[in-house]
Nanobody, 119 residues
Framework: QVQLVESGGGLVQPGGSLRLSCVAS????????MGWFRQAPGKQRELVAV???????TYSPSVKGRFAISRDKAKSTVFLQMNSLQPEDTAAYYC?????????????WGQGTQVTVSS
């Protein structure tokens, strides 16, 4: 069992920045990927960014160049630096951890942190 706790969301003006954090705890195995997803009201949850166990990063085209994902493996923590925020970025942001447990992979999710971009 893995627990994920996000923080860092809030209200910012267009063009502003936020830094999200997600701390994982519990039964964390050696091989795992972490990422950020977001969901706006009335829309499906979408991938924002993922960082793999070996440090490979993938971004949604809509945030590439503006957002940056990073991690501190020693503390099982992942970050999302969000710059040049736009109203379209408004959503609940969820942390995700995917890891290999025994002979299969499993997903874990945080409770979410709200990001609102408005003037």
């Amino acid at each position: 069992q893995v627990q994920l706790v996000e923080s860092g969301g809030g209200l910012v003006q267009p063009g502003g920045s936020l830094r999200l954090s997600c701390v994982a705890s519990g039964n964390i195995f050696s091989i795992y990927d972490m990422g950020w997803f977001r969901q706006a009201p009335g829309k499906q949850r979408e991938l924002v960014a993922v960082i793999t166990n070996i440090g490979f990063r993938t971004y949604s085209p809509s945030v590439k160049g503006r957002f940056a994902i990073s991690r501190d493996k020693a503390k099982s923590t992942v970050f999302l630096q969000m710059n040049s925020l736009q109203p379209e970025d408004t959503a609940a942001y969820y942390c995700n951890l995917n890891q290999q447990e025994n002979n299969r992979r499993r997903d874990y999710w945080g409770q979410g942190t709200q990001v609102t971009v408005s003037s």
